[in-house]
């Protein structure tokens, strides 16, 4: 296993940080996302972020420098983590825009679960017993995320949700694939690192996005026009969504620079618990204590699997 330094170093603990800042900034973004998911087409939606990444990376890697990269090596995993990046972006959003927030990133969760079942088929890697709990842990609190009273009635229910609601099915390959690309960016970052890897991958999503619009015909007719016409409050949204997202990308990438990525995926998980406020306040969506109790259980779990990970 890839080794770091001392999670009690400054470094480290910077890494950690940046990580936590993504957490907290992501879940406004997402926010944002099913807000502006509701006027614009999901593949309007992305290629507005996308295009918001590309700058905001561009302006750090200006600043920072470029970091030496091997083209003739980096190219094809760039390729190939740029098409998984845009099939799971897309599904995350069509299962965002159907379900409740509270119910999306709670479920997004799974990720680490995933990971380590890619990480047992691809490279041998057997979870040890802490992170076996860890993830029933997650599938807890998943059961309770979705459960109704009075339970001798609704005891399948949450599974049976599950199954039946495509957005939830969206969300759920959406961690999948989230997972294949967190093994794939291994291959690309050897090569590069963290953030210019990352760069790479968005100006390629980019430039496919905007195919897929403009051969969806969402420019030509004019459908790329927003529902209900510009507004400062759609502005307003569309900036700082964008820039809250591509920001918070870059801190969590630029995190990996100083800390190993099961720490910054720890730190992330505020995302989970400040997303089921947010879903709350904004979308008045209901059962909240039902939802926070259940978010603090997945969170356990996942800590459980990155615990492990970095043992």
Known sequence: MQKGP????????????????????????????????NTFSPEVVILLMFSFGV?????????????????????????????????????FLYGLRGTDLSIALPLM???????????????GEVPDVLGGFGAVTIIIGTYLLGINLPLHKNILQPFTKIISDRACLFILLSALIGAILFVGQRFGVRHSSPVSFFTLTLIVDWFLFLVLVIWNGRIWNGRIRPIGGVTPQLISTLCGTGITWAVALTCLYASYNYTLAVYAGSALQVQTLLS?????????????????SAGVVIVVGVLMISWAAAS
Request: aromatic content about 10%; overall charge neutral.
């Open 6 to 37: 001392s999670v009690h170093s400054g470094g480290e603990m910077f890494g950690i940080a940046l990580a936590a800042i993504a957490g907290v900034l992501l879940s406004f973004a997402d926010a944002g996302k099913k807000l502006l998911a």
């Open 109 to 123: 969760a799974f990720l680490p679960v995933f990971s380590s079942l890619l990480g047992y088929m691809l490279f």
């Open 276 to 292: 089921i406020t947010l879903g709350a306040l904004i979308f008045k969506e209901e059962r909240y204590l039902q939802r926070m």
């Open 55 to 91: 700058a905001v990376n561009l302006l750090f890697l200006s600043l920072k420098g470029l970091p030496a990269i091997e083209w003739g090596s980096v190219w094809l995993p760039t390729l190939l983590c740029a098409l998984v990046a845009a099939a799971g972006e897309l599904l």
